[in-house]
């Protein structure tokens, strides 16, 4: 029975989400049923395409990722795969006639972590673009259930917060994209030199996006609203945990939220939600 298959192949997406990220699993978790499976199966493909550059050292990583690709067109076109997160994926994006565009920008920024780069502005706005903003443009279609008109209205905001979380991304990974991966994003880091003003200088430019997002937050439907809410409210704490952390500090550790302090941001998000006091 397909049925049966597809219903497979959801579980799976769920289930890498929940591997992966439990934040991002609760978030998600807090979608309107009707959307929530859909939002996992876009997670799953992007976080699987992550792993083959990110942690597959000992494999060619060149030859996976574009048999990955491959895939992943082919599933779209024939809408099936028997790679169950890639046929979750393809019955997502034809459901809701995401652009394969969106696609093709997010395999290009993969394709830009398979080797050193030197990121100018340009590429670095570039690889934000395919990385993380295209993610959120095709979150924000299933959360529009494919309206065009609402999706255009909303597309500036959904693509400033994907770049907000990825920015705060690479700040908080910034030891270990600098020393395990050999990767420095930020053109203002120059000769791997880091220093107070140039983390201020990031910072500025995360809060710019942050205070544009919002303004599409508060335009979202309800179905999606309070879960974008939380993942916002999650992200601006790494940001102001970040602001209070030296330099060596961010080269040293990891940033991370603690389990009781994801509690507290989570109840607070309901409430303003619940209240109406975004």
Known sequence: MKALFDQVAVETSQNVTKTYSTS?????????????????????????ADEIVDTFHEYDKAVLLDEFKADTYKSIERGISLNPILNSFQATVNKYNIDI?????????????????????????????????????????????????????????????????????????????????????????VEEEFTHKQKLEIEKDIEADFQEAYKGVLLLPKTCRFSVYLAYTYYYKLLIKIKNKEVNELMTARIRIPNYSKMFIYFRSYMAHSLNML
């Not at 998600?28 to 799953?44: E, N, Q």
């Not at 008109?149 to 910034?174: H, P």
């Open 101 to 189: 565009q969106l696609i093709d920008q997010f395999f290009y920024s993969m394709e830009m972590d398979l080797n050193p780069v030197e990121y100018s502005k340009e590429l670095y706005d570039k690889y934000i673009v395919g990385s993380a903003e295209v993610v959120g443009l095709m979150c924000l279609k299933i959360f529009v259930e494919g309206d065009d008109n609402t999706y255009n209205e909303l597309k500036y905001y959904a693509s400033k917060l994907g770049a907000a979380f990825q920015k705060i991304n690479f700040l908080r990974d910034l030891k270990d994209d600098w020393e395990g991966l050999g990767r420095v994003y930020f053109p203002e880091i």
């Open 24 to 48: 991002f699993f609760k978030s998600v978790s807090t979608l309107d049923s009707s959307i929530r499976d859909d939002v996992h199966a876009i997670y799953g493909m992007v976080r699987f």
